[in-house]
């Protein structure tokens, strides 16, 4: 698996997000903090992680991170959501539960507070999406329309004008 693509291409995700601090000790929290995200992941448990003050671990992870401890569990979490509605059925209260956010209200408020939309019309809007590029792909390899050299907005014009000719 690679966590940054061949060819200087970028890659976004959260175990990309795990490789900016140069710091051991901190690099392994957050790949600990990625397969954690249920559990309890406040500033003092993460600084008794590291043997650290809980005022030192917070300098230390904004020196090594860019970003307070808190706001990048936020970050994580919301980020494990997004993946749960887009790639599951699963119902609100248990993607919650499993990236840490608790309840489907927390969950909610996070989304609207961070994204301004709430959890179930992410997932219409993504499913929406993902179903309308689906069936346009279907259409686009379908035999009749390949044959004719016709794809997307721009075969259908050629289509409508070759049919005005006639």
Avoid at 57 to 69: I, L, T
Wanted: hydrophobic share 35%; with cysteine; glycine share 10%.
């Amino acid at each position: 698996m690679f966590l940054k693509r061949p060819g200087g291409q970028s890659q976004f995700s959260d175990h990309l997000a795990a490789q900016f601090s140069e710091d051991a000790g901190l690099r392994e929290l957050q790949l600990w903090m990625l397969e954690h995200l249920d559990q309890d992941l406040s500033v003092p448990r993460l600084a008794e992680r590291l043997a650290q003050s809980e005022r030192s671990f917070a300098r230390h992870f904004v020196d090594g991170v860019g970003m307070a401890p808190g706001h990048y569990v936020r970050h994580l979490r919301l980020n494990a959501a997004r993946r749960q509605l887009e790639q599951t059925n699963l119902p609100l209260g248990q993607i919650a539960r499993r990236c840490g956010l608790g309840t489907p209200e927390t969950l909610r408020r996070s989304f609207i507070a961070a994204l301004g939309v709430a959890p179930g019309a992410y997932r219409e809007r993504f499913r929406g999406a993902s179903a309308s590029e689906t069936t346009a792909n279907s259409r686009a390899r379908s035999p009749s329309r390949s044959a004719l050299g016709l794809r997307g907005r721009f075969g259908r014009a050629r289509l409508l004008e070759s049919s005005l000719r006639r």
